[in-house]
């Protein structure tokens, strides 16, 4: 599909707005719209200038008020056609794009339908892309009434019905009947990664996620010593990548998932179930967290809530896993200096003795990139890891006889 693909990116510009709700303060709308931004630059567009409103609810016409929308057009009218397209935060509806479209005369885009665009333009395997095509036409499918008003519609009875309302009709049915055979694409699919997953049932399973860019791909390249796509961009890893990986003497499978990421499309979560059964059937779930973002506590909600969405009652052991503690950094405050401490002010030290201290266990600090703490995740995961082994084969402890670091003897597929 190319619906939502941007093009002409190396010279595209855009506008992003953004509303502030009540429960909302200005410092978290600046932080969507510095996530939006990268994501718009994922995309490869350049966000240039910034549009906020505070509102109770947004306005079921225009999303944003009529006040505000003039201001955006002089702004764009302004530009002398620099401005490509206009980006809100928000997912819109079918009636809110028709109106904004009608007005701004630019292309628009909202949250939903930007992040659809980087799966498509990221989507490797034939799973991925089955996905995000899915996707995209359970999207498009409600805003279908706003991709023929150029054609003229005409009004009466039986009979009397415009080209217009002919064309959305067949484009409905196309749709429709591509959506049940990507559908049906998935489900063979499906069956065939079930197959692989049965045959490396033997192994205790570690999956590791996350938010997205984090550093879950370069965690699974350092650890398995393999080439997993990297990059400091958003949803960098579509596809579901399984690594056999070796520990001293141990060997167990490590899988690296799709991040995840704040007002995550629910077409996205209902098409990539089937890649998130990775998580599902994990034993072992390593949660990566970019300690140096200043908002990982809300990342660290969103992916919780997202993950208690995938597996609903069931509680999986998991060990929370503080990564980038090299780009870790804060302002140190004047001895003198009585304001109340915030997140900009306080040290790593500091923090690791707040509610991440009642973890115990089952949280370590990391920088996958410089390597610091490094030996010591390899072990809390071969102790964890062994545990679980020794639960499901009581009798089967001849791995564990005696310690021999075996990882730099296989390659990334665990084979010699």
């Known amino acids: 599909m190319k619906d939502f693909i941007i093009t002409d990116t190396e ?86 794009m028709r109106n904004i479209e009608k007005e701004l005369k630019v292309k628009i885009l909202d949250r939903t339908s930007l992040i659809l665009d980087i799966f498509a ?62 559908k049906r694409d998935l489900q063979t699919i499906d069956r065939q990664m079930s197959v692989q997953r049965k045959n490396r049932a033997q192994l205790i399973r570690v999956a590791l996620v996350g938010y997205t860019n984090v550093g879950k791909s370069t965690i699974m390249n350092v650890v398995s010593k393999s080439d997993v796509f990297a990059e400091n961009k958003l949803f960098a890893t579509l596809d579901t990548t399984v690594r056999k990986v070796i520990i001293r003497n141990l060997p167990f499978l490590l899988s690296d998932t799709v991040g995840f990421i704040r007002k995550l499309p629910t077409q996205l979560i209902e098409s990539f179930k089937s890649t998130l059964d990775e998580v599902r059937e994990a034993d072992l779930i390593l949660h990566v967290v970019d300690v140096s973002h200043p908002s990982f506590e809300d990342h660290i909600a969103v992916v919780e809530s997202t993950l208690s969405e995938i597996l609903k009652e069931e509680r999986k052991p998991t060990i929370m896993v ?32 707040t509610w991440l201290k009642n973890l115990g266990a089952d949280v370590l600090f990391i ?33 564990f006889d005696e310690y021999t670091d075996l990882t730099d003897e296989f390659d990334s597929n665990g084979t010699k």
């Open 322 to 353: 503080f990564n980038k503690i090299d780009a870790f950094s804060f302002v140190q405050k004047d001895e003198d200096d009585l304001t109340p401490e915030t997140k900009e002010n306080i040290c790593l030290e500091d923090i690791k003795q």
């Open 11 to 96: 010279s595209e510009k855009a506008v992003l707005v953004g509303l502030i709700l009540p429960e909302q303060t200005e410092s978290e709308i600046t932080e969507y719209l510095d996530e939006l931004a990268f994501l718009a630059q994922t995309a490869g567009v350049e966000p240039v200038m910034r549009f906020t409103q505070r509102l109770d609810h947004p306005q079921p016409a225009t999303f944003v008020g009529k006040g505000k929308l003039e201001e955006i057009k002089m702004y764009i009218e302004a530009q002398e056609g620099e401005i490509g397209v206009v980006i809100f935060d928000d997912e819109l509806g079918p009636k809110q």
């Open 121 to 182: 333009a990221r989507a490797r395997t034939a799973h991925a892309k089955t996905q995000v095509e899915l996707a995209q036409y359970n999207y498009m499918l409600p805003r279908l009434t706003g991709l023929w008003t150029h054609l003229e519609r005409q009004r009466g009875g039986v009979g009397m019905r415009g080209p217009g309302e002919t064309q959305l009709e067949t484009d409905r049915r196309i749709i429709l009947d591509k959506i049940a055979k990507l």
């Open 367 to 399: 920088s996958a990139k410089s390597g610091e703490g490094l030996e010591e995740f390899r072990s809390r995961i071969y102790d964890r890891v062994k545990e679980l082994h020794m639960l499901r084969y009581p009798y089967n402890d001849f791995l």
